[in-house]
């Protein structure tokens, strides 16, 4: 069966993940995470690319993307901050070759539903994986951005969801909190994972029609349900 082509749309929220080459370590020092983390704040802004949330993993990168309306800006900065690490990795090895999968995953957003369920879905991630107890313990993801104000948190895009939460940035952070504490449904994880895997939408079966009308084709494997909302306090 051919594979389907990747679906790119000006202005929504992309997930993203790209994996070492062969599940290969991409990240063994702490000073491989800070270049990375920062030729993602200098180049998002060079190819017009939000970013919404981040965790970089041993041997993958989640990301929270959104291209403007040139949407060629979300394959161009995956290529520059893969070509980077690569570089990077290469020359301190002295090893020439790939670090990366050639083909990077992705899914476009519902962002009403779902940019927030991505956004604490991306950040549990060591969680999950038992690498740490909380997601505020890891240092290599955009929750403690989020969760704190730190003074070098300024290039993170703001998402509507987010700001929507409160009025003021500390009753943001609160609620958000309060979200990411929440219980998880593992159907909710389905959906996010399996959207990814398959390179489908993660959203509603209304936000699926939406989007078929705008590709002009049919994209199968929609999911189900809808993320719990944040508690109204």
């Not at 950040?123 to 038992?130: D, M, T, Y």
């Not at 403690?144 to 993170?156: F, K, V």
């Not at 990814?196 to 993660?202: D, K, N, P, V």
């Amino acid at each position: 069966m051919p594979r389907m082509g990747r679906i790119v749309l000006p202005n929504y929220p992309h997930h993203v993940v790209q994996r070492g080459h062969n599940r290969q370590v991409v990240f063994a020092t702490e000073q491989d995470y800070q270049r990375y983390i920062a030729d993602l704040r200098e180049l998002k802004d060079a190819f017009g690319v939000k970013v919404y949330a981040y965790c970089l993993m041993t041997n993958h990168v989640h990301l929270l993307l959104a291209p403007g309306e040139a949407i060629a800006g979300l394959g161009q900065l995956m290529k520059a901050l893969a070509a980077r690490a690569t570089r990077y990795r290469n020359r301190l090895e002295g090893r020439t070759g790939t670090l990366w999968e050639s083909r990077y995953k992705s899914s476009v957003v519902e962002s009403d539903a779902y940019l927030l369920a991505c956004c604490r879905y991306i950040e549990l991630n060591p969680v999950r994986a038992r690498m740490v107890a909380e997601a505020g313990d890891y240092p290599w993801s955009s929750y403690q951005m989020r969760a704190t104000d730190q003074a070098n948190s300024d290039w993170l895009d703001i998402d509507p969801c987010f700001i929507a939460l409160g009025d003021t940035p500390e009753r943001r952070r609160v609620r958000y909190m309060e979200f990411m504490r929440q219980a998880v449904t593992s159907s909710e994880i389905e959906l996010i994972r399996t959207a990814l895997q398959r390179g489908q939408l993660t959203g509603s079966t209304r936000f699926v029609d939406e989007i078929e009308r705008i590709q002009g084709q049919r994209i199968e494997l929609r999911g189900q349900g809808r993320p719990r909302k944040v508690s109204e306090k």
